[in-house]
Every structure is written in C-alpha cells, then in structure tokens.
C-alpha cells in the first residue's frame, strides 16, 4: 500500500473595515480559536488590516489587552491635528504607537501570511501590500479620508483600503486560500452612524472623571497652533452644532458607510466568501475606540451565530 499526501485546504481570514468597530476582528478570531479555526492566510483592510497585522506577528493579545484599557483621555493624545497634508490628523503619532503592538518585521517574514489593501487616491485602484515594508503601508490601509494625511508610497499617494475593497476576500484568495471566512462590519450601519455619534458635550461628560482639563481643552490644546482663535468654530463643525445637525465626523462616517456598504455587497456577489460574519455593532461611532469591550464581546457573537456553518467547515477540513 502506497502512502498518499492529502492536501488540507488552507483557510483565509479577511477582515473589512469598520473603524471602531474594527475591535470585533479580535473577538472573533479568539472564537475561531477556540472552535479549532486557526487561518493560515489573513488579508485586512483599514482597520482589519491593524488587526491582522497583529495577528499574523503573533502580538494580538497584546493588542488585546491594550484595547481593553483604552480611554478618551488616550485617544486624544494621539491626535496630532494638522490644517494641511489632506487631512485633520497627521498620523505619526499613531503610527509610533502602532509600533508598540506591531512587528517592524517584513510582511513576507511573518508568522502567518499577510496581506493588506490600501486605495491609490489618483486613480482610485486598490494596492495590494504582501511584500517589504509593513508599518507605512498599514498607516495607509488605516487612513479614513479627510480625517488622516494620505501617505506617499513609491509616488503613489494612498488612502483606506476600504474604499476600494472594503472585505478583502479577493487578496485572501490570491494568497491561497480554498476557504475564506469574511468578517463584514458595515453590514447594518446605513442611516444610523448619525443618531449615534457622541456630540461634543457629551464626549466632554464623558472624560470628566478621568480628564480634568475636559475635551474641548484638550482638543484645543493641541489645535492651538494653528487654530486656537477659531476653536468654537471649527469643533462645533466637526463634531455638530447640536442633535440635529450633523457634524463633519458624522457626514464623513456616513458617507463612508454607505459606499463601503454598497461595494461590499457588490464585490461579494461575485466572489462570496465561504462563511460570512457580521458583527451588529451600528451603534458605535467613528471614533469610540475606548468601547473595546463592546465590539470584542460582539465580535465572538458573530462566532457564535455562525457555529453551524462553521462546524460544517471544520468537518470539509478533515473529510
């Protein structure tokens, strides 16, 4: 009797964007483990891309526990606001924190294969990273347009991922994956970003207890440069004048939402992944990273709602 090698199908991970709500892709890949579902392949887009990018370097419980403890207070210190470059934010102080939960290692040279999409701003096409340098292309998967500077890669200025491939089962399937499980968050987010998003008086409340100069203060403090005699001004239109005005974070987040949602269901309708999860998390805004809690908890949940699918999955694995 000769002996026969059985090829086992390699199992692809893509994690779409989602800001915020992109703490979920940690829950979800810790319920995976835990139902035996270990991806070999993980391609990320925007937010996905920052959290796969820890999972493929064997860092995500750090990021993990970082999340975890995350507060507004945070947040607003690595808010490095800029009045040119195409964005509010710079980035490079997130980026010099995103090192401290990142390999700096080769994307080539990571545990797990990676690969990540970014959106060319001149043409509009998507950029697929799976080679060289990880950190400054994983800045332009993340940068959300009109909050975050583009970035400039090899003469081509690049922008979230999630514009042009916002669940990128497409890169997980070219890095080789027979099975692709997808993780959509935008799948329940048109028409509701709006009524949610925290206004400024309310994120002030928010930080009282663990910041005493407040938001406003804080936020000014670090506009002061370039902005401080129009303070009122520029927060009140970026955040609302009040309940029924919806301020710049609200109408970028919503038209974001709307177009990655559109492109989402499109692109899915002509390469459907094998097995679909879809956190329920509309009620978090753009920026509420301090709610890690929430979309991780969630995150499992889509796990969870999915276990049959899932078992049917792991049982194709070892037939």
């Not at 001149?122 to 959300?144: D, H």
């Not at 009109?146 to 990128?168: C, E, K, Q, S, Y």
């Not at 710049?248 to 002509?270: W, Y």
Request: negative net charge.
């Amino acid at each position: 009797m000769t002996n026969r090698h059985i090829y086992k199908p390699k199992i692809g991970l893509a994690l779409g964007s989602g800001s915020a709500r992109g703490w979920a892709h940690i829950g979800v890949i810790n319920e995976l483990a835990k139902n035996g579902i270990a991806p070999e392949i993980v391609a990320g887009s925007s937010i996905g891309a920052l959290v796969g990018a820890a999972y493929a370097s064997n860092l995500l419980d750090k990021l993990d526990k970082w999340v975890h403890a995350l507060t507004w207070k945070e947040i607003l210190n690595y808010i490095d606001v800029t009045l040119t470059g195409g964005g509010i934010i710079q980035g490079e102080k997130l980026l010099d924190l995103v090192r401290g939960y990142i390999t700096e290692d080769a994307i080539e040279s990571l545990p797990r294969k990676f690969g990540m999409v970014a959106t060319e701003l001149e043409t509009g096409r998507e950029v697929w990273f799976q080679q060289g340098e990880l950190l400054e292309p994983l800045r332009a998967s993340i940068s959300v347009p009109g909050m975050f500077t583009p970035v400039n890669i090899n003469g081509r200025w690049l922008v979230d991922g999630g514009l042009a491939n916002p669940v990128p089962i497409s890169l997980c399937r070219a890095m080789g994956a027979d099975i692709v499980i997808a993780v959509n968050l935008n799948g329940d987010l048109v028409g509701k970003h709006t009524s949610n998003q925290a206004l400024p008086c309310q994120a002030e409340e928010k930080l009282k207890n663990d910041n005493p100069t407040g938001f406003f203060e804080r936020v000014s403090e670090q506009l002061k440069h370039n902005i401080s005699e129009h303070k009122e001004t520029f927060l009140a239109r970026m955040f609302g004048d009040n309940v029924y005005t919806p301020g710049l974070f609200d109408v970028m987040a919503s038209s974001i939402n709307i177009m990655q949602d559109r492109i989402t269901r499109s692109r899915m309708a002509g390469d459907p992944p094998d097995v679909i999860l879809t956190p329920q998390l509309s009620q978090l805004g753009l920026l509420e990273f301090d709610k890690a809690a929430i979309a991780v908890n969630e995150g499992r949940e889509s796990v969870r709602r999915m276990q049959p699918a899932l078992e049917q999955l792991v049982n194709k694995l070892y037939e």
